[in-house]
């Protein structure tokens, strides 16, 4: 009989082996449909940085952008550009402003029409929202709609991106994101640096172990009841490798039903995947979808090597006409199995040891690959927590049984000392998961994060608008402040000419008069009454942004002083953005950058590329900890099936179900204390590097989600072992110990 009708006929007439293999089939469809995620996911991050940060302008290429002179002078070839933000409410809108040659053969991305001066190109959400809200609120600060931004111009469906036409002069002027440039060619790029790419494949590495380690504790769910029948073939004459080949059949082909349902699971999910909120937007479906090619390769290499590793550690075992009788001891783990590990470590440490060599000015550091050796490092210090774990568990065993005190300890670390790869493998899974989740809410503290909005008595109201005018316009500030008062919603508009020279510790400061200042919130009628006597007040510049005011008396400014223009409303969002539109329209020329309110800042800092890291980190935390969660399942399960012949003998002679239940306790604590600490020492360590390697700042203590999520990890060790300790007892209780 061939391999594979002897494999299904084993199997066919098994009740329990049937729910084994659905267990392998469910589990490595849930792997398949991960790894194909992230795996999509990953690079679908680069994709859309590149369709969207063509609007940047921060390319250095110098045939590609130059500096915008006052001189220069625009031909067929070339256009100049500057890229600004506006808000609407809680929204960032990236603007692009573009001025050519009404010949100009320069392209904008996603669209064959280039805007003239009052004309704009938009992103199809941003086209929606314009036309869903009054023009006094939006629509009337850029003029007429030539045309919509294809989707492969865009970062998703829900980017605001609009690209607009204006004067040469304008473009000049206008003090935006980036400097005024003449480029040739609009070109986004798919990492703002080398550091964020280091940092984004260490990232997707770290949950990618996480994923591939579940698929291969899946795959070896019930190994002890395999054994079992395998020993039965080999009473009735089969070799060891017909057996080997029997159990690489049965594994190949439950692993290939697996991945092929994955697949489609995968293609389920990606619906649902697409709705999570990355940088400006959602993703659109098509990101998600990962080629044809990795597809296959993947339902074609999970099966082989879920094979071949089936058949080789079956070939190894050579199992035995009494192979199920009794469990083999396993060879001891040598001392080996910690150098991956020191070398990750000992790699990481070279790491931080050649960018403090960078920094003090070596030529040589400089020239050292330190992120392909950062990267390297990463990987081996992750996977070398998995070979030095069986070893750590059986010195801790070892050391642990000499001061055993009961029969469950002596039992239990009895069999960590013969048994510590199995043992471990239980918690393995775990433990990856606790040191991706831990590299993550680390790495994230470097981040700056979400300013706090501070509110109350002299804070700036959130939704006051400012904006900087031209230096030379101060005088046109006073007709401009009266047109803006008699929008419906402002309840005052003040013109605040630069202070600075008031500072004894040569800070920024601004003049206000004491009237407006009150209204603004700078102070009330409980102030000192030095400052109420006083006509002018001058106040902080850090008051624009998150700090309370400081206000101090002051001498009327000089006349042709710089001025801020501030505006305030009543706090409706109609109210603020009509303001935001007539503050743009009411001063052409005067005013250079469009109006901001520290809600705005917020937005802002938000959408920065190290808070989108952030970002992608939790994603990272959670996938990792839900990881966890199955595999230690996955892997309580299978040692509760390993175990349950050496349960019943022990049982069957008398021992207590209290011991057994403590000496089943023993066995999964144990290797958790031991390398759960190391586990998160390492990636602590690891993320220091990661940041200190590949940026000037540091790290801090992780945020309090962080210890939620490991005390989270932590609880399902205390319920793996419950539900362990009380499905041991269950499954012992009247169970009957056959020797073949």
Known sequence: MSTLPLARLVVAGDRVARRRLAGITAGVMIGVALFLLLAAAAQAFGQRSERSTWTELMLTNPGVMQQLEEDTVLTPETAAAVSATDHYEDRLITILMVATTPDTRVRIPGSDVVPRPGQYLSSPALAELIDAVPADQLGERYGERVGVLSDDAIEGPDSLVLVLGVEQSRVLEWEGMSDPQVVTEFIGYDYASAAYRIVALIGAIAVLIPVLLLIAIVTGLGAAQRAERFATLRLIGATPGRVARIAAAETAVTALLGAMLGVVLYLLLIPLAARLEIGSSTFFPRDLLTSPGVIGATVVAVPLMAAAVTWWTTLRADVGPLGASRERRERPPRLRSLLPLLLGLAGLTTVRILTSTVESGSGWAAAMPTGQLLVASFVLTMLGLLWAGPLLTSWAARLAQRRARNAAQVIGLGRMVQHPRATFRAVGGLVVAVYAVTLFAVAITAAAGIPELHQGRGYLAPTTLYTLPELDAATELEQVANRIAQVEGVTAVAVAPDASGDSEDASMRLALRTEDARALGAFDADSPGAVEDSEWVSVGWDWLLNEAADPRPYTAPEADAAAMLLVATDGEAASVERARTAMVNSAPGVINQYPISRVDNVVTSASALENQFAALGYIGILIAAGVSAAALAVST???????????????????????????????????????????????????????????????????????????ACLALVGVAVLASTRAAARMVASATVRFE
């Open 637 to 711: 399960v299978s040692s509760l099936l390993a175990r349950r012949r050496v349960l019943s003998l022990l049982r069957l002679v008398g021992m207590p179900q209290r011991t057994l239940r403590h000496a089943v306790a023993w066995e999964m604590l144990l290797p958790v204390v031991t390398v759960l600490a190391l586990s998160i020492g390492a990636a602590v360590y690891t993320a220091w590097v990661v940041i200190v390697g590949t940026s000037s700042r540091g790290v801090g203590w992780p945020a309090g989600s962080y210890y939620v999520v490991l005390g």
